[in-house]
């Protein structure tokens, strides 16, 4: 299986990058993973946030693969535990996806076509949180999914 991490905004502190790096490193005895980090655009008053969140969202457009299953991250998206995400990662792959994109918007979010243009809609929680916060927790659920999947020991 291939996953695809698509991000908006470089996650610039250190902590958040060794931990990142580590569940990464973990993962690649499962999968092979694509890490994909779009530059933000600059918030300014003087500029809609609409207008930011629509320029960011033409740049994820261009990058997705359309082979792949794209699945956006937000707090209005459906919400699975652990054990039911890890169902839902082998569903995707018996049903012949053997490539997942996961899209992480920027400061202000996923524009209406980036919604528009995925999958499946997934919740990491009903809490808003950073995009680097949302980066870790997803890379750390990935990995424990495929721990589940594998029957392996760490999930508990």
């Known amino acids: 299986m291939k996953i695809t991490i698509i991000s908006v905004g470089k996650i610039r502190e250190k902590y958040f990058c060794d931990a990142i790096e580590e569940y990464l490193k973990r993962m690649q005895k499962y999968c092979q993973i694509e890490r ?12 809609p946030d609409l207008v930011i969140k629509e320029k960011e969202g033409q740049k994820i457009i261009k990058s997705l693969n359309p082979d792949s299953f794209k699945i956006v991250l937000t707090e209005k998206g459906k919400s699975y535990s652990s054990e039911k995400l890890a169902n ?6 018996d049903n012949g996806f053997s490539h997942l994109t996961f899209i992480i918007g920027g400061a202000l979010g996923l524009s209406e076509s980036v919604l528009a243009k995925s999958d499946f809609i997934f919740s990491l929680s009903a809490l808003t949180m950073p995009h680097q ?23 508990k």
């Open 88 to 93: 839902f990662l082998e569903e995707k792959k």
């Open 133 to 155: 916060m949302a980066y870790l927790f997803l890379v750390e659920q990935l990995y424990r999914c495929f721990k589940i999947i594998n029957n392996e020991p760490y999930h």
């Open 36 to 47: 994909l980090t779009l530059t933000d655009e600059k918030i300014l008053e003087s500029i």
